[in-house]
Nanobody
Framework: QVQLVESGGGSVEAGGSVRLSCAAS????????MGWFRQAPGEERKLVAAIARGPSSTFYADFAKGRSTISRDNGKNAVYLQMMRLKPEDTAVYYC????????????WGQGTQVTVSS
């Protein structure tokens, strides 16, 4: 059974940073694009960043560009999201997700980790 398990959330003051981790029990991890989504109360789930096989194939949402870094360790089946200069509007549940490289549907999801940014 595929599992994505997030960790690293918590409460942070505005201007601070957070590093989220996701451990994936995917047998062929390198064949998956990994992504981080977030969902704030009353809002739709939004893609924050995604990474295919390596650091040269990344995507960032406009709100994440310049202050976020997504990375992966294929040897550890893990993906990370570092976010800096956090704002109260970054408060959300952050989800790790996976999809087969080259496909459009995110097929595997974690349970999410809460990030709360206080002003």
């Amino acid at each position: 059974q595929v599992q994505l398990v997030e960790s690293g959330g918590g409460s942070v003051e505005a201007g601070g940073s957070v590093r989220l981790s996701c451990a994936a029990s995917l047998r062929t991890f390198v064949q998956y694009t990994m992504g981080w989504f977030r969902q704030a109360p009353g809002e739709e789930r939004k893609l924050v960043a995604a990474i295919a096989r390596g650091p040269s194939s990344t995507f960032y949402a406009d709100f994440a560009k310049g202050r976020s870094t997504i990375s992966r360790d294929n040897g550890k089946n893990a993906v990370y999201l570092q976010m800096m200069r956090l704002k109260p509007e970054d408060t959300a549940v952050y989800y790790c997700a996976a999809k087969v490289v080259g496909t459009s549907e995110w097929t595997h999801w974690g349970q999410g980790t809460q990030v709360t940014v206080s002003s």
